[in-house]
């Protein structure tokens, strides 16, 4: 189906907001688009200065005060004109449930004893097991939401997939992909969708009452 030109942008400028910093093929991975059309409009947001051009060592396209302002004006008016806002409401409070959860896991994941400092170095494979364990069950229970998400919203297709695919890295033995923030991690995805849902319902993380604790937050 065919998308309209308010469309393709909010894809663009929502999609930069979840990377942070992107180059025009990265953007358009994340919008869905093919990269000319991607990098059309990025051109075009740019003369509005709603995004800016980096240079240097670190380049790539960044979302600008004004850019988040108009995506966040946009899907507010997604939310309103589809009538999907109850049903990520719903959804994103399922999800909050579930964010200790996958923090605790991660924890575990990085470090064996809290108390001591220990870290985790993955020489003993009953421990990974287990904690590895503890992150299919958080999957298990987040699928439905993904799904629910995908019903109401269609960019929210592919969060799920992608926690899938980094949950069979980690279970083939590739310890990165558990919460390696460098990587599409299983904790990369988790805070991406984070991030989505927040952006999507206009909450600030800061004004979230979160129960999980450790050195990675969500």
Do not use: K
């Not at 990974?128 to 929210?156: E, G, K």
């Not at 083939?172 to 952006?199: I, K, M």
């Amino acid at each position: 189906m065919a998308r309209s030109a308010d469309a393709v942008r909010l894809r663009v400028l929502h999609a930069l907001r979840l990377a942070g910093l992107a180059d025009t093929a990265a953007v358009a991975a994340r919008a869905g688009l093919a990269e000319a059309v991607a990098l059309q409009v990025l051109e075009a947001a740019a003369s509005r200065d709603e995004v800016r051009r980096r240079e240097g060592r670190l380049a790539g396209w960044i979302l600008t005060s004004a850019g988040r302002a108009a995506a966040e004006a946009m899907l507010a008016a997604e939310l309103d004109r589809t009538g999907a806002r109850p049903r990520v409401e719903r959804a994103y409070g399922r999800f909050l449930e579930l964010n200790p959860e996958l923090l605790a896991a991660c924890t575990a994941w990085q470090v064996r004893d809290p108390a001591r400092g220990a870290l985790n170095d993955h020489t003993d494979a009953r421990y990974d097991s287990a904690v590895v364990d503890r992150l299919a069950a958080v999957h298990d229970w987040v699928r439905p939401i993904c799904v629910d998400l995908a019903a109401a919203l269609d960019r929210f297709a592919g969060y799920e997939s992608r926690m899938a695919r980094a949950l069979a890295r980690v279970r083939a033995g590739e310890t990165e992909w558990f919460a390696r923030p460098l990587v599409d991690s299983y904790h990369t995805v988790w805070f991406e969708l984070h991030e989505d849902l927040l952006a999507t319902l206009g909450v600030a993380r800061e004004s979230e009452s979160e129960t999980g604790s450790g050195p990675i937050r969500s």
